[in-house]
């Protein structure tokens, strides 16, 4: 029998699942509603129940074809999984028709940080005129201090005790609803500080969040990436400046100081060393350049 709705029903149905019983980020459910969008218009007239593991792979190639990237495949088949999973638990499908299905491989980009200069000329300077300015550099600070994604910082309150300037730490919950504590540097707390004194001429009353926008709410995420790219203008960087270069600088200038992958991933918040093990590459090019540079042997003639 056929559920209510069909194909359609089973589609929203295993989306208030994500949303309700596990708990995603926002952004998280945005994009596995896009990976079943993607599936619902590629399998046209077949039903879910139908398609097998060779109409998948010819779905993958059509995405691949129109220029999506083998990483965003890979998290498209990875939500198709779950989809699967989720229809042979509640609703008896026999198969998992994209289980065997592997995405194409695309070459590995390294994430892009900014180089300890970069990161004195982004930050350093006059103390900020304005509450709005203040506002700003309290985040682009503690978004560098502390390796916090975007989603991360925006979601903090005031007042909750999550950030102890005194202790010189924050608490926040990332991905997967996982909570980690995070330390903050000298500068991090004194912006932070400076932010504090002057939040109140700008948040609404009443209004919870630690970070707020032009109209005294909670600042948007568009909003603080359109901040840093004016701040970075304004600063002289020629390079676009966004919140994870600040979260991949901090974790690169960490990783070469103290050569502690372990602790690197534990402030990430990465579940797998193999995530921040890419930082370890980032390392190693900054070692080459000066080995290039230095080594009488490495110079070419």
């Known amino acids: 029998m056929k559920p209510p709705g069909g194909d359609a029903g089973l589609g929203r149905a295993w989306l208030a699942a994500l949303q309700h019983q596990r708990r995603l980020a926002g952004h ?15 399998k046209e007239g077949s039903s879910l129940r139908e398609l097998d593991a060779q109409q998948i792979r010819r779905f993958v190639a059509r995405l691949h074809a129109a220029g999506l990237s083998g990483r965003t495949l890979a998290l498209t088949l990875s939500a198709w999984r779950g989809l699967y999973r989720w229809l042979a638990r509640q609703h008896g499908f026999p198969a998992n028709p994209a289980q065997g299905v592997r995405a194409p491989k695309s070459p590995r980009r390294l994430p892009k940080a900014l180089s300890v200069e970069q990161v004195q000329q ?14 700003d550099r309290a985040m682009f600070e503690l978004l560098y201090s502390s390796g916090l994604r975007l989603a991360e910082l925006v979601a ?13 730490e ?7 609803s996982k909570t980690r ?3 903050v540097g000298a500068r991090a707390r004194e912006a932070l500080r400076d932010w504090l004194g002057r939040r109140g001429q700008l948040a609404a009353p009443g209004e919870k969040a630690l970070f707020v926008g032009a109209r005294g709410r909670r600042i948007a995420h568009g909003a603080v990436q359109r901040r840093l790219r004016s701040w970075a203008r304004r600063r002289g960087l020629g390079a676009p400046v966004h919140p994870h270069v600040l979260r991949h600088s901090f974790a690169s200038h960490v990783l070469q100081s103290s050569q502690d992958l372990r602790a690197v991933q534990e402030m990430l918040g990465h579940a797998s060393i193999s995530t921040t ?10 070692l080459a350049k000066v080995y290039d540079a230095a080594h009488p042997r490495a110079r070419r003639k």
């Open 122 to 135: 982004l930050l350093e300077g006059e103390a900020p005129a304005s509450p709005a300015a203040a506002c």
């Open 170 to 176: 924050v608490t926040v919950t990332g991905k997967g």
């Open 277 to 286: 093990q890419v930082y370890t590459h980032l390392d190693f090019q900054a």
């Open 28 to 42: 998280t459910l945005a994009n596995y509603a896009r990976s079943l969008e993607l599936l619902f218009k590629l």
């Open 156 to 168: 903090l309150d005031a007042g909750d005790g999550r950030l102890d300037l005194r202790q010189g």
């Open 181 to 183: 504590t995070v330390p």
